[in-house]
């Protein structure tokens, strides 16, 4: 414990950019009445809705959680209302870099969910997003961001790479990002708008990566069924130390060829989304700041052991 708050304390004087895609995950909660009468569907009546900041967003309230000198920057769409309750809610302890982006909403998930009556656990019925099918940014709005990137990565002790595969994150950035960051912790996420076309092994570098058991899977398809030989040929290609995100399994960390399982610590879930943001963040930090990755793994479990009983990314760790 002892360590754990050192750890803690060093962080606070690490100054961090998160780089990614600012989403908005809506959430509408209803009740599912049964199937409708003539056609293969769910009847549901409307509870509420709420919007919450996920993404690259989520990430960096939990890291400003930990240290007040962290940056955030990303592209939004130029809906007056959204750039409006970014900055209200946030800019009082996150710097925001924002570029605006005339042809590139900013990205809408929205999920419709229905409550478990016995207890704390939500089931996602249907979901629908707004990113464009090209995914393309304007040319000279991308490069903007780009140069922006290029000229205040170094200048970061830590640099959070969020890639959503969304077309924010392309070959250029990926090259800045790995050429110039002092200290680089990644996510790159599969997605149900991605599958199969954002992998990890498109990056050649990275200090802390964490994944969970698809997204390996999808890298390494030949080790399928053999976790730790797969987890242990990526740190190699990464040339650096992560962690396997494994659900109700726990978690595994590796550093060179040594792999530390940690179990699960919690068993109580109500809602998954945001438990992945939380562990990046929080064993990131950790280890940014010089903890070992049997600890990374500790700390960054019990953060996504909270994160999994926060419904979407409403509150932050």
Known sequence: ?????????????????????????????????????????????LKKSEEYFGGAVAVTRHISSFTNQVSLLSMIGKEEKMKKRLF?????????????????????????????????????????????ENRTYD????????????????????????????????????EIVQSKAKYLVLNCQTNSSNKGMNIITKYTRADVFTLDQQELKLAFPEYASQEEKALQTLAGHLHGKGCLTRGSHGAYGISGDVIHDCPAFTLNVKDTIGAGDGFLSVAGLFMAAGANVEVGTFVGNIAGALGANIVGNKESL
């Open 139 to 174: 040319e000279e709005e991308h490069k903007e961001f780009k140069e922006l990137l290029k000229k205040n990565v170094a200048d970061y002790d830590v640099v959070f790479l969020c890639d959503f595969g969304h077309g924010l994150v392309d070959k250029e950035v990926i």
């Open 1 to 45: 414990m002892e360590d754990i708050r050192q750890y803690a304390a060093k962080i606070q004087n690490l100054k961090v950019l998160v780089v990614g895609d600012v989403i908005i995950d809506k959430y509408t909660y209803c009740n599912v009445q049964g199937m409708m009468s003539k056609d293969m569907g769910y009847s549901a009546r």
């Open 88 to 132: 209200d809610e946030l800019s009082s302890h996150i710097d925001l870099n924002l570029i605006y982006s005339s042809s590139f909403p900013t990205i809408v998930k929205h999920r419709y969910l229905s409550k478990n009556e016995k207890r704390e656990e939500y089931r996602k019925i249907f979901a629908i997003n707004n990113i464009p």
